[in-house]
C-alpha cells in the first residue's frame, strides 16, 4: 500500500474516533439545515407564491361593477388569488386588520352612472400597510379592468373627435366595429422558463453542507501541522517516504473526510420523513461534491501552509471559511439582479456548488452543472497547487 | 478584587486573538452592512427588461413600469441574460419588448410583447402588475387603430387626438390606500431591524465561543494553579463568569457605538437598550460556562457553540423576524432569549417604548441569565475539582 494512503487510513481512524469531525461534518450542518427549514420554509417557499387574498364591497351593484367581479372571480378560478365579498366597507377593513386579507376592492354607489356620464368613477384599493406588493397586485388587477374599459371609450371619443361627430347613442350605434377591441392592441405573450433555482429544503441543506465541509476538511489538513507541532513530521520525513506522500495523505484524509460528511448529509437530508430535500441527478451531485470537497482541500491546504501553528491555522481557516460561506450565500442568497453582491458572490466555491445545484433542480440533467464543476476544480487547481509549493517548501526546511 | 482581575484577564487573552478580533469586531458590522445592502427596506420583487426597440412605445412602457412601487426593474443587455436571470431567480419575471413596436402599431397589428416567468415563483402575480402598466401606455395606441379604422384618418393623426383626449380626461380611476399600524414603519432605518438581530446573534455566539477559552484554561492548568493560590473557588467561579459576561459586554457595546455612529442605528432608549444587553449578556455568558464545563474537548465545545448559537438565533428570529413566523413557530422562537431580547428591542425602537415598557422581557431575561448561571456555576465547580 503506498506510503499516502497508509498515513490517510491511519488519520481517518483516528477522526473518526474524535466526535468532534462528526459534530461538524453531520450534526451541526443537520440540525442547522432542519431549523432552517422549519424557520423560513414556511415563510418564503416561492412554490407557496404571495398567497394574494383579497375582498370586494361592492356597493353599487350596478352591471359595470359587476362586470369587474367577474374579472376577479376569473382570476380566483385560475388560482390567482382568493376573493371574499363583504356587505360594507367597515367589514372589509376589519378583515384586512385581521390579517385575513391582503387588501380588499371598494366601489361606491354611482360608479356605473359615473362611468357612462363621463363623471370620475374610482375603484379604491384598501390594502393591509405591510403587503404592499400584495395591494400593489391588486390594484394593477383593478388597472387592467379599467384599462379595457377606458380604452373603448378613448376610441370612441377619439373618433367621435376626428370626425367632429358629438358622441351619442347614435354615433355609438353607428360605429362598425366594436369600442372594446380598442383593448387588445397589444398582446403581453408568455413564455415559460425552466426552473433552475433550489427550493428552500433543498437550498438550506446544501447550503449549510458546503458551508462546514470547509470545517471537516480543515480537520484533515490541519493534521499535517499537527504532527510538525508534536514533532512527528520530522520522524516521518527521516522514513523513505517522499513529501508528497506526506502531504498527499493528510489530503486524501481531508477528501475522505469532507466526501463522508457530504454524502451522509446528502442522503440524511434526503429522508422524507426528515427534511425531504431534493437534491437532483445523482452523477450531477456526485461530481458538484467530489469538485467542491477539492476546492475545500485545496483552499484548507492554502490556509494550512500559510499558517505557523494548527491553532493559527484553524482560525484562520474559521475566517475563511465564513467569509467565504457568507459571501457564497449559503445563509441567504446574495444579490438581485446583476449587481455588484451577484457577481461577487461567484468569487467563491459555495456559489458555484449552489448554482450548480440550481442547474439540477427541477430534473436538469446532470451536464447541466458541469461549467460549475469545471468552476470548482479551477478553485481547487490553483488553491491546491500554491499550497502544494508552499508546502513543499516548508518541509525542505 | 480577584474576581476583576480573572475577568478583566479573559477580556485581555480574547482581545490578544487576531481571529476574535476579526469574528468579535469586523464580521458583525460586515454582516449588519450586507443585510442591510441586501433586505434594507424591504425586498421588492424584481422584473427583468430587455428592450430590443428604443421607440415611443418601449420608452412609454419602461417610465410606466419604473414609475410602480412595489417592484423593481431591472435591465438586461440581451434575451438570454434575462431568460438565465428569470430561470435563476435573480429577478421574479422578465419583459421582452421586440425591435419595430412603433410600426406594428402604426399598421394596426396586434403589438406583441413578451412576458417570462416560472411556473413555482409568483409570476402569475407579477403579471398583472406589469400588464397594468403596459395597458395603460397601450390606450392611446388602441384607441387610434381603432379610430383610424373607423375614419380612415392616418395613424400618427388619430394617435395625436387619443392622446390629446387621454391626457385631458380622468378615466377610470384607481385610488389605493393603506390601513393598519405598520409592523415595520417607514421611519425603521435600513440598517435598524438587521442590527437588533446580528446584535443578539453574535454576542451569543461570542459568549459560547468563549466556552473553548473555558476549556483551555483548564487544559493549560491555569484553573488549577489559581486553586492552589488562595483564591475561593467561588472567587474564580464568580471571576469566570463576569469574564465571559464581561466579553460579551464589550462586544455589544462596539456594535450598538458603532453602528450608532456609521449606519446611524436607531437603538432606542439608550437606558433600556443598554439593560437588554446587560441581561442578555449575563444569558450568553451563562450558557457559555455551562457549555464550556460540560465539554473536555475544546473542538467539541466550539463545534456544538457554533450549532447552537446559530441554530437558536434562527429559531430566535435573528435571521427572520418573529413577527413572519407562523403561530406555532412563534411559540417555539418564545423559548429562546433572542426572541426575548428581540422583542424589547422592537418595543423601544420601532415603538418607542422606555425601559418600564420592557420591563417583562428583562425579567424573562434575567430568569434565564440566573438559572443558566447557577447551573453553569455547579457544573464548573465540578469541572475545575475534577481529578
Do not use: C
Not at chain 1, 146 to 160: K, N, P
Not at chain 1, 188 to 196: H, I, K, V, W
Not at chain 2, 185 to 202: C, H, I, K, S, Y
Amino acid at each position: 500500500m503506498p506510503a499516502s494512503t497508509l498515513i490517510a487510513r491511519k488519520d481517518l481512524k483516528l477522526r473518526l474516533r474524535d466526535r468532534s469531525a462528526f459534530i461538524f461534518g453531520v450534526v451541526a450542518p443537520l440540525v442547522l439545515a432542519f431549523i432552517f427549514n422549519l424557520v423560513f420554509g414556511g415563510a418564503s417557499d416561492p412554490a407557496t407564491g404571495l398567497g394574494l387574498e383579497y375582498g370586494m364591497v361592492d356597493l353599487d351593484q350596478s352591471e359595470i361593477s359587476q362586470a369587474f367581479t367577474g374579472v376577479l372571480e376569473g382570476a380566483e378560478a385560475d388560482g390567482i388569488l382568493t376573493l371574499q365579498t363583504y356587505d360594507e366597507e367597515a367589514m372589509g377593513a376589519i378583515a384586512v386588520e385581521d390579517g385575513e386579507i391582503d387588501a380588499f376592492y371598494l366601489i361606491d354607489v354611482g360608479f356605473g352612472r359615473d362611468i357612462q356620464t363621463g363623471g370620475s368613477p374610482t375603484i379604491q384599493v384598501i390594502g393591509d400597510i405591510d403587503a404592499p406588493t400584495s395591494t400593489q397586485i391588486g390594484a394593477s388587477i383593478a388597472e387592467q379592468y379599467a384599462s379595457g374599459v377606458d380604452s373603448a371609450q378613448l376610441a370612441i371619443a377619439a373618433t367621435a373627435t376626428l370626425t367632429s361627430t358629438p358622441i351619442t347613442p347614435e354615433f355609438i350605434g353607428s360605429l362598425s366595429l366594436d369600442p372594446r377591441s380598442a383593448a387588445f392592441s397589444y398582446q403581453l405573450e408568455d413564455f415559460s422558463a425552466a426552473t433552475r433555482q433550489l427550493d428552500v429544503t433543498t437550498y438550506f441543506a446544501a447550503g449549510m453542507a458546503i458551508f462546514f465541509l470547509f470545517f471537516t476538511v480543515q480537520f484533515g489538513v490541519l493534521g499535517l501541522l499537527e504532527e510538525e507541532r508534536d514533532g512527528t513530521l520530522v520522524r516521518l520525513m527521516a522514513a523513505p517516504i517522499g513529501r508528497l506522500s506526506v502531504v498527499g495523505g493528510k489530503a486524501i484524509l481531508a477528501f475522505a473526510l469532507g466526501v463522508i460528511s457530504m454524502s451522509t448529509l446528502v442522503v440524511a437530508t434526503s429522508l422524507p420523513f426528515l427534511m425531504g430535500a431534493d437534491w437532483g441527478a445523482p452523477i450531477g451531485v456526485g461530481g458538484l461534491i467530489i469538485a467542491g470537497v477539492l476546492s475545500a482541500v485545496g483552499i484548507m491546504g492554502l490556509v494550512a501552509s500559510a499558517a505557523r501553528t494548527p491553532e493559527g491555522a484553524g482560525n484562520l481557516g474559521a475566517i475563511i471559511a465564513v467569509t467565504l460561506g457568507m459571501l457564497g450565500g449559503v445563509f441567504f442568497p446574495l444579490g438581485q439582479g446583476d449587481d455588484l453582491l451577484s457577481k461577487l458572490t461567484f468569487l467563491t466555491p459555495h456559489a458555484w456548488f449552489m448554482r450548480g445545484l440550481g442547474e439540477l433542480a427541477d430534473g436538469g440533467s446532470w451536464t447541466a452543472a458541469v461549467p460549475s464543476m469545471g468552476a470548482l476544480l479551477l478553485f481547487a487547481g490553483v488553491t491546491g497547487s500554491v499550497a502544494w509549493v508552499l508546502l513543499r517548501r516548508r518541509l525542505d526546511r | 478584587m480577584r474576581v476583576l482581575a480573572i475577568g478583566a484577564s479573559n477580556i485581555r487573552r480574547m482581545l490578544r486573538e487576531r481571529s476574535n478580533i476579526f469574528f468579535v469586531f469586523i464580521f458583525p458590522i460586515a454582516i449588519i452592512l450586507l443585510i442591510g445592502a441586501q433586505f434594507g427596506g424591504g425586498v421588492d420583487p424584481a422584473v427583468g427588461m430587455y428592450a430590443a426597440d428604443s421607440g415611443r412605445i418601449a420608452e412609454s412602457v419602461t417610465e410606466e413600469l419604473e414609475s410602480i412601487d412595489g417592484i423593481d426593474v431591472i435591465p438586461y443587455e440581451n434575451e438570454d441574460a434575462l431568460l438565465s436571470a428569470v430561470e435563476r431567480g435573480n429577478v421574479q419575471a422578465g419583459i421582452f419588448l421586440p425591435a419595430g413596436m412603433d410600426e406594428t402599431a402604426a399598421s394596426g397589428e396586434v403589438v406583441k410583447m413578451g412576458f417570462v416567468s416560472r411556473p413555482d415563483g409568483f409570476g402569475a402575480q407579477l403579471r398583472s402588475i406589469v400588464g397594468a402598466a403596459v395597458g395603460e401606455v397601450m390606450m392611446p395606441v388602441g384607441a387610434a387603430q381603432f379610430a383610424t379604422a373607423e375614419t380612415g384618418a392616418s395613424f400618427t393623426q388619430a394617435f395625436d387626438t387619443a392622446a390629446g383626449i387621454a391626457e385631458g380626461s380622468s378615466g377610470l380611476g384607481v385610488e389605493v390606500s393603506a390601513v393598519g399600524e405598520a409592523l415595520f414603519p417607514d421611519t425603521l432605518g435600513r440598517f435598524d431591524l438587521g442590527a437588533a438581530q446580528q446584535l443578539v446573534l453574535f454576542v451569543f455566539l461570542t459568549a459560547l465561543a468563549g466556552s473553548a477559552a473555558l476549556i483551555l484554561t483548564r487544559q493549560l492548568g491555569i484553573s488549577k494553579r489559581m486553586l492552589s493560590t488562595p483564591t475561593s473557588l467561588r472567587t474564580i467561579v464568580v471571576g469566570e463568569s463576569v469574564g465571559r459576561w464581561g466579553t460579551a459586554m464589550v462586544q455589544g457595546i462596539y456594535i450598538m457605538a458603532l453602528t450608532f455612529l456609521i449606519f446611524r442605528v436607531n437603538w432606542g432608549d439608550p437606558i433600556g437598550a443598554f439593560l437588554i444587553l446587560v441581561t442578555f449578556s449575563a444569558v450568553g455568558a451563562g450558557a457559555g460556562i455551562l457549555l464550556g464545563a460540560s465539554f473536555r474537548n475544546d473542538q467539541q465545545a466550539s463545534g456544538v457553540g457554533v450549532m447552537l448559537s446559530i441554530g437558536l438565533a434562527a429559531l430566535g428570529g435573528s435571521m427572520l423576524p418573529i413577527e413572519l413566523f407562523g403561530p406555532t413557530m412563534q411559540k417555539v422562537a418564545h423559548l429562546t432569549p433572542h426572541a426575548w431580547a428581540l422583542d424589547a428591542f422592537a418595543e423601544l425602537v420601532r415603538r418607542g417604548g422606555t425601559t418600564v415598557d420592557i420591563l417583562p422581557e428583562l425579567g424573562v431575561l434575567t430568569a434565564y441569565a440566573t438559572v443558566l448561571l447557577i447551573l453553569a456555576a455547579w457544573r464548573l465547580r465540578v469541572a475545575i475539582t475534577r481529578p
